[in-house]
């Protein structure tokens, strides 16, 4: 039984390590086909490593990056945002955005949120869930540290010390993993689309027969309500609500 075990694993971690050699492999014939310009090349490559289920915030950057150069504004944007949900707070990403994000042709100016809320958004894009979760299991050691030394010290000043460095630790460890738990069910919720169709008209109800409501055009990203009967629930950033059939947008 060991043995058969053992025989398993090293198939698994041979398994592992193949496919790990030939999406790095995939990975640099695709940048050498984007650094000679073969920009169709480089996102036809880039699209099948993540189809084969390796996905990261570099693959969807480059994939965005080659889209922008064939002037694929959706693709472009798409990705973009995706490697955003990976990596928040990438400058290279955001520029990239921000630069793709000009040539979109409506204009949606979002409707302002509280002071409070907009700090938080602003917070929890400084980084990854994971690295929320990795600084409050940081703060959790130095909180046992610091529980060691009050309980263990005799100087009366390193038991001050610690109480309230203490005290400190439990607050950021708190908050570090609110911030965690807030990225994580942003990056996982799929709540945000792209458009994808050149023009869509969005109707006030679920039909083709529905009011015609406003248009939207390639590019501009929209939050996803509900879902019904193949059709999306949509509200812009401004607050307009709607509906589109799903196929006309991607989710992020």
């Given at each position: 039984?060991?043995?058969?075990?053992?025989?398993?694993?090293?198939?698994?971690?041979?398994?592992?390590?193949?496919?790990?050699?030939?999406?790095?492999?995939?990975?640099?014939?695709?940048?050498?086909?984007?650094?000679?310009?073969?920009?169709?090349?480089?996102?036809?490559?880039?699209?099948?490593?993540?189809?084969?289920?390796?996905?990261?915030?570099?693959?969807?950057?480059?994939?965005?990056?080659?889209?922008?150069?064939?002037?694929?504004?959706?693709?472009?944007?798409?990705?973009?945002?995706?490697?955003?949900?990976?990596?928040?707070?990438?400058?290279?990403?955001?520029?990239?955005l921000e630069m793709v994000r000009a040539k979109v042709v409506?204009?949606?100016?979002?409707?302002?949120k509280l002071l409070l809320a907009r700090a938080y958004d602003?917070?929890?894009?400084w980084f990854s869930s994971d690295a929320w979760a990795y600084?409050?299991?940081?703060?959790?050691?130095?909180?046992?540290?610091?529980?060691?030394?009050?309980?263990?010290?005799?100087?009366?000043?390193?038991?001050?010390?610690?109480?309230?460095?203490?005290?400190?630790?439990?607050?950021?460890?708190?908050?570090?993993?609110?911030?965690?738990?807030?990225?994580?069910?942003?990056?996982?919720?799929?709540?945000?689309?792209?458009?994808?169709?050149?023009?869509?008209?969005?109707?006030?109800?679920?039909?083709?027969?529905?009011?015609?409501?406003?248009?939207?055009?390639?590019?501009?990203?929209?939050?996803?309500?509900?879902?019904?009967?193949?059709?999306?629930?949509?509200?812009?950033?401004?607050?307009?609500?709607?509906?589109?059939?799903?196929?006309?947008?991607?989710?992020?």
């Amino acid at each position: 039984m060991k043995r058969i075990f053992l025989l398993l694993a090293s198939l698994m971690a041979f398994f592992v390590s193949s496919f790990a050699q030939a999406v790095t492999a995939d990975l640099t014939k695709a940048n050498a086909a984007y650094g000679v310009q073969e920009y169709e090349k480089a996102a036809s490559m880039y699209e099948d490593v993540l189809n084969r289920g390796s996905e990261s915030a570099a693959l969807y950057y480059n994939l965005g990056c080659a889209y922008a150069k064939l002037d694929k504004l959706a693709p472009s944007i798409l990705n973009f945002e995706r490697a955003l949900l990976l990596d928040p707070g990438n400058d290279d990403v955001m520029a990239n955005l921000e630069m793709v994000r000009a040539k979109v042709v409506d204009e949606v100016d979002p409707v302002g949120k509280l002071l409070l809320a907009r700090a938080y958004d602003s917070i929890c894009s400084w980084f990854s869930s994971d690295a929320w979760a990795y600084g409050s299991l940081a703060f959790f050691y130095l909180l046992l540290v610091m529980v060691g030394l009050f309980f263990f010290s005799h100087v009366s000043l390193v038991k001050k010390v610690s109480f309230f460095v203490g005290i400190f630790a439990i607050l950021l460890m708190v908050a570090t993993m609110v911030f965690s738990s807030s990225a994580k069910a942003k990056a996982s919720s799929h709540e945000y689309a792209i458009v994808f169709f050149p023009s869509v008209t969005v109707k006030g109800s679920p039909e083709d027969a529905g009011k015609d409501v406003f248009v939207l055009h390639e590019g501009t990203k929209v939050k996803i309500k509900r879902t019904h009967n193949k059709w999306f629930e949509i509200q812009l950033a401004d607050g307009r609500v709607g509906w589109v059939k799903e196929n006309v947008a991607e989710r992020i």
